[in-house]
């Protein structure tokens, strides 16, 4: 326990997919100075992602952090156990983490979308149903970073070509089934309905604010689907697109930071950590 120290502690939230992230490439190495400052200031990063958990876990090993992290578009909050110094309430225990649970498991989610699909024959063709070189090409993805995309624990993203009509059919009736879709730029992702990255980010906001006492959360996004994250941190940031442009915010308090992706959240990370001095141990 760190309590009592004199100024808060940074807690940063940060999405991965053109924020730390390159968008098109996924490179890092433009975002890595900054993520060895805030490592070695001892700031906890946590991911918090539509990516899945080994899509994730591919990028806290390459990038050597151990903090909580959050998946598929806020259906799961994964702790490393033992990382908290108390105990709390959790879900299951899955490998070496705590599990907290907000989504629903993806075997129902496909169980309840055959259902619509047979009710509203509707073509709608999930990951799941994809085989590799399929799912390769639709995505861009090299196969292994595809094998990691297709290991779904709580969503399922379907690739659809529907008239606006069609859509609203679909969306009627995933609603009526407790099943949430968010659009993408192509593809369509469904989750349970109380998946949702600002939960998530308050419920693991309020762990470390019992470890550490005061605390100050921190986002990073660049997306239209990062505003839930945003909205429900204290100190939210925005990158810039590829294109240098901003996802239009709806909320005067984000910071927007002019620079494209791991561009800016260099950017943002240096004023994060301006004037911040280490905690005493
Ligand atoms: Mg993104």
């Avoid at 490592?39 to 991911?47: E, G, R």
């Avoid at 709580?154 to 690739?159: G, K, L, Q």
């Avoid at 605390?215 to 994250?229: E, K, L």
Wanted: with cysteine; aromatic share 8%.
């Amino acid at each position: 326990m760190k309590e009592g120290s004199a100024s808060p502690r940074p807690v940063i939230f940060t999405d991965l997919d053109g924020t730390l992230l390159d968008a098109e490439n996924y490179a890092f190495d433009e975002s890595r100075e900054a993520l060895e400052r805030v490592k070695s200031a001892a700031i906890p990063l946590v991911f918090c992602s539509s990516k899945t958990r080994a899509e994730q876990e591919y990028y806290r090993a390459a990038l050597d952090i151990a903090d909580p992290f959050i998946v598929e578009n806020g259906s799961a909050i994964f702790v490393p156990r033992g990382y908290f110094g108390f105990d709390f309430p959790f879900h299951h225990i899955r490998d070496h983490y705590a599990v907290i649970e907000l989504g629903i498991s993806v075997e129902n989610i496909r169980n309840l979308l055959r259902e619509i699909r047979g009710q509203l024959q509707l073509p709608l063709t999930g990951f799941g149903d994809m085989d590799l070189p399929e799912l390769c090409r639709i995505t861009g993805l090299a196969p292994e970073a595809a094998c990691r995309a297709r290991q779904r624990e709580y969503s399922e993203t379907i690739v659809p070509s529907l008239s606006a009509a069609e859509f609203r059919r679909l969306e009627s009736r995933l609603a009526g089934k407790g099943l949430l879709g968010v659009p993408g730029s192509r593809l369509y992702t469904i989750t349970g309905k109380n998946a949702d990255k600002g939960r998530a980010v308050q419920r693991l906001g309020e762990l470390f604010r019992r470890e550490f006492g005061r605390v100050i959360t921190i986002g990073v996004g660049d997306s239209q689907n990062d505003f839930p994250m945003l909205n429900a941190v204290e100190r939210p940031f925005l990158v810039q697109k590829p294109g240098r442009r901003w996802a239009p915010a709806d909320s005067p308090r984000v910071r927007k930071i002019a620079g494209v992706g791991p561009a800016g959240w260099k950017i943002a990370i240096a004023e994060i950590l301006a004037g911040y001095t280490l905690p005493n141990p």
